[in-house]
Nanobody
Framework: QGQLVESGGGLVQAGGSLRLSCAAS????????MGWFRQAPGKERECVAR???????YYADSVKGRFTISKDNSKNTLYLQMNTLKPEDTAVYYC???????????????WGQGTQVTVSS
């Protein structure tokens, strides 16, 4: 019915940057809330950023000023620009889409498979 596929993860040094992409297919997600979640070892999954259909953005305090979420509706693609990466940013990052504007993972209906981001010190 709809799929999300993340890409762009990898290994970077602290202070470096990565740009994650989430390619959507099967349906148009322009009317959805799109979010980036991450799950670090030993921690619960958390929403680090989300963007509404009207391009309003929200960020977790831990990434504010460093991460930027954006989307290109014409390409049905979501992005997460991550700058000044820290070792604590190490996690599997997931793209998700939902109808409700919230940061709770249970409100998101579509999920990607995740992409690993590892930040070395």
């Amino acid at each position: 019915q709809g799929q999300l596929v993340e890409s762009g993860g990898g290994l970077v040094q602290a202070g470096g940057s990565l740009r994650l992409s989430c390619a959507a297919s099967g349906r148009t997600f322009s009317s959805y809330v799109m979010g980036w979640f991450r799950q670090a070892p030993g921690k619960e999954r958390e929403c680090v950023a989300r963007i509404t259909k009207n391009s309003m953005t929200y960020y977790a305090d831990s990434v504010k000023g460093r991460f930027t979420i954006s989307k290109d509706n014409s390409k049905n693609t979501l992005y997460l620009q991550m700058n000044t990466l820290k070792p604590e940013d190490t996690a599997v990052y997931y793209c998700a889409a939902g109808w409700s504007d919230s940061g709770y993972e249970r409100t998101y209906d579509y999920w990607g498979q995740g992409t690993q981001v590892t930040v070395s010190s």
